[in-house]
């Protein structure tokens, strides 16, 4: 189990994201738990270092693509709704997806399957708090190794086996 606090920006633009005041980012190594190029380059750190990790595109959140943005009928969605909102969908496979609303036009609503940070090369500084070894319970909480995140659907174990989420259990 690695407890990971993190900043994460694009390019020249200011922080995207960070643990900064929250808990820290707390994965199992191996487990496909976070976006494969930073797995790689925390993969063998020590409790205490920090290091700058540059992860393009393809080890991210995958190129976008353009195949993935599509219209819905507006009745599917809540009255509230507004652009930017995400929802879990399945998609014609049966797998969970999320989709973020980009545009509201009527009695329609373009939708993106892209994750909002796909096509884009990410920047970030981490610093390891503590590696241990997962308890049991953390290693049945996590997919049961198949390396689909939470809301990835579930590839690995059927539909039978996820809950609201999207995990495996």
């Given at each position: 189990?690695?407890?990971?606090?993190?900043?994460?920006?694009?390019?020249?633009?200011?922080?995207?994201?960070?643990?900064?005041?929250?808990?820290?980012?707390?994965?199992?190594?191996?487990?496909?738990?976070?976006?494969?190029?930073?797995?790689?380059?925390?993969?063998?750190?020590?409790?205490?270092?920090?290091?700058?990790?540059?992860?393009?595109?393809?080890?991210?959140?995958?190129?976008?693509?353009?195949?993935?943005?599509?219209?819905?009928?507006?009745?599917?969605?809540?009255?509230?709704?507004?652009?930017?909102?995400?929802?879990?969908?399945?998609?014609?496979?049966?797998?969970?997806?999320?989709?973020?609303?980009?545009?509201?036009?009527?009695?329609?609503v373009v939708v993106n399957l892209n994750h909002p940070l796909?096509?884009?090369?990410?920047?970030?500084?981490?610093?390891?708090?503590?590696?241990?070894?997962?308890?049991?319970?953390?290693?049945?909480?996590?997919?049961?190794?198949?390396?689909?995140?939470?809301?990835?659907?579930?590839?690995?174990?059927?539909?039978?086996?996820?809950?609201?989420?999207?995990?495996?259990?």
């Amino acid at each position: 189990m690695v407890s990971l606090d993190y900043t994460l920006r694009l390019d020249d633009e200011g922080v995207v994201d960070t643990s900064e005041g929250r808990e820290p980012l707390m994965y199992i190594q191996g487990q496909g738990q976070i976006i494969p190029g930073l797995e790689k380059e925390v993969a063998g750190m020590e409790q205490g270092q920090e290091k700058d990790v540059v992860v393009p595109p393809e080890d991210g959140y995958g190129e976008y693509d353009s195949d993935l943005v599509e219209n819905l009928p507006r009745s599917i969605f809540p009255p509230e709704l507004e652009e930017g909102m995400a929802f879990r969908m399945r998609t014609d496979d049966g797998r969970i997806a999320v989709v973020y609303v980009e545009e509201i036009q009527g009695d329609e609503v373009v939708v993106n399957l892209n994750h909002p940070l796909a096509g884009k090369t990410l920047y970030f500084h981490v610093r390891v708090n503590d590696v241990r070894d997962a308890t049991p319970e953390e290693m049945t909480m996590s997919c049961d190794g198949c390396g689909d995140e939470c809301g990835g659907g579930c590839s690995c174990c059927g539909d039978d086996d996820c809950d609201d989420e999207g995990c495996c259990h």
